[in-house]
C-alpha cells in the first residue's frame, strides 16, 4: 500500500479518488486529503496532480532525522537563522542528489514553548502543536524534498500524545485514519517496507526515551516493546537482509560516558524481555535518530551495528569527548566507534555484499564514508 496526500485551506472538498482523513479546527484550519493505493497501481491522478509508485528499488536511499526548530522553555534555537537551523540547506542538498526514497527518522516538530524572554522569542516563528508550527518547523523547509521523492516517516518522542501527536496523526502517520478519528494512540504497530533487495521493519519507539512517561508504570511500556519487538520478530524474513529502523536507538554513546551509554532502557529491557537481549538474525543494522549527533557503532558481529542520524537540523548535541573503542555498551564491547557533532544526513546505496553510507554535510560536501556488511560497520573520515 503507498499513500498520497493533500492538505488544502479550510473546510473544503477532497479531489476525486480522495477521502479525508482530518478536517478543519482551530489548531488546524484545513483538511487532509488521503488516498491510500494497492502497490499493483503504478500511478494516480489526483486533484490535477500525477503521483508515481515509489519504486522498490530506489537506487540511493536518503536518511535524516531530528530536524526541527528546538524551542523549549529556554532552550531557543534560531530559527529565521540558516545557519543555526540549516534544515532547508540539508533539503535543498538531498534533493539535488535524488533519491529514490527519503528515510526520515523522527522528531519533526520542535517549537513547543519560549520562556527566554521577548527578545530571544521574537525569532521562533509560531508555537505549539498547530498547523503553522508544523508547516514552519517542517512543510515549508521540505517542501523541494516532497515534491520530487517518496518519504517513509518514524515518530519520534516529539511527536507522542500530550507534544506533537495531534499534527502527527492528522499530517503523517502512516495508518490509515477517518475524520472521527480524534484519539492519539500512545503506541502504533511495527510494518515493513519491502524494497526489491532489501526490507525495512518501522518500529514506533517514541514513549522510549528516557523521561518520556506514556505509560503510568515504566514497566507497562518494557512490555508493550516486547509485544512489539515480537512483531518485528514476526516480519522478518529469513535469509534477507533487513534495517530495523526506530527513532530511539537502542544503543549509542551518550554522555556522559559511563553506565548509562546504552541508548534506553526501556528497549532494551524489552529486548531482554523478548528475545533474550538478540535481534532477529535477518536484521544486519539498526538505524535511529533522537541523539542529535552521528554516531556509527559496530561491535564486531556479535549483535546489528547501530547508526545515529540525529543531526539533520535540530540543535546538536555535544561532540563525545571519550574515546568509547572497548566500552561496554549493554554488556557488548565496542569494537568500532565513528562520531561528530556537526549537521548532516546520509546518502545509503545497497548492493548485493551490503550497504554503502555517503555522509553528508548541509551544502552536499562529503564528510564520512561507511560500509556495512554482515553486521559489520566502518567508516572512514574524508
Not at 18 to 34: G, N, S
Not at 45 to 58: E, F, I, K, T
Not at 145 to 163: D, K, S, T
Request: glycine share 10%; with cysteine.
Amino acid at each position: 500500500m503507498w499513500s498520497v496526500r493533500q492538505v488544502l485551506d479550510g473546510a473544503a472538498d477532497c479531489p476525486r479518488g480522495m477521502v479525508p482523513r482530518a478536517l478543519p479546527d482551530a489548531a488546524f484550519p484545513l483538511t487532509v486529503c488521503e488516498a491510500r493505493l494497492p502497490m499493483s497501481q503504478a500511478s494516480a491522478d489526483l486533484g490535477g496532480r500525477r503521483y508515481v509508485r515509489p519504486s522498490a528499488s530506489p537506487g540511493r536511499v536518503a536518511v535524516m532525522g531530528d530536524t526541527g526548530c528546538r524551542v523549549k522553555r529556554d532552550e531557543v534555537q534560531h530559527c529565521d537563522d540558516p545557519r543555526a537551523w540549516p534544515f532547508a540547506q540539508v533539503v535543498r542538498s538531498v534533493a539535488a542528489a535524488r533519491p529514490g526514497l527519503v528515510l526520515h527518522l523522527g522528531d519533526f516538530w520542535y517549537r513547543e514553548t519560549c520562556l527566554a524572554g521577548p527578545a530571544a522569542c521574537a525569532g521562533t516563528g509560531p508555537l505549539g502543536d498547530t498547523w503553522a508550527s508544523w508547516e514552519a518547523d517542517f512543510f515549508r523547509p521540505a517542501a523541494p524534498l516532497l515534491a520530487v521523492a517518496p518519504w517513509i516517516f518514524l515518530r519520534g518522542n516529539h511527536e507522542i500524545c500530550g507534544r506533537g501527536g495531534e499534527g502527527w496523526f492528522r499530517l503523517l502517520d502512516p495508518g490509515p485514519r477517518a475524520p472521527a478519528d480524534t484519539a492519539c494512540a500512545r503506541f502504533t504497530p511495527p510494518y515493513t517496507v519491502r524494497l526489491a533487495d532489501w526490507d525495512l521493519l518501522l518500529m514506533d519507539t517514541g514513549c522510549a526515551a528516557n523521561g518520556t512517561h506514556c505509560t503510568p508504570q515504566p514497566d507497562e511500556t518494557v512490555a508493550e516493546y516486547a509485544r512489539e519487538l515480537a512483531s518485528v520478530r514476526a516480519l522478518a524474513t529469513p535469509g534477507r537482509p533487513a534495517w530495523l529502523a526506530t527513532h530511539v536507538p537502542f544503543w549509542a554513546v551518550l554522555r556522559p560516558l559511563g553506565p548509562d551509554s546504552v541508548g534506553t532502557r526501556s528497549l532494551q529491557n524489552a529486548l531482554a524481555l523478548e528475545g533474550g537481549g538478540r535481534l532477529p538474525a535477518s536484521v544486519d543494522l539498526l538505524a535511529a535518530g533522537h541523539a542529535h549527533l552521528f554516531e556509527a557503532l559496530d561491535f564486531g558481529g556479535t549483535r546489528p551495528p547501530q547508526l545515529v542520524v540525529g543531526n539533520s537540523g535540530t540543535a546538536l548535541d555535544p561532540a563525545i569527548a571519550a574515546r568509547p573503542r572497548g566500552a561496554l555498551l549493554a554488556g557488548a564491547p565496542l569494537e568500532r566507534f565513528t562520531g561528530f557533532s556537526g549537521f548532516g544526513y546520509g546518502l545509503v546505496t545497497f548492493s548485493r555484499g551490503g550497504w554503502r553510507i555517503d555522509v553528508r554535510d548541509p551544502t552536499g560536501r562529503a564528510l564520512a564514508l561507511c560500509r556495512s556488511a554482515a553486521r559489520r560497520l566502518e567508516c572512514t573520515s574524508l
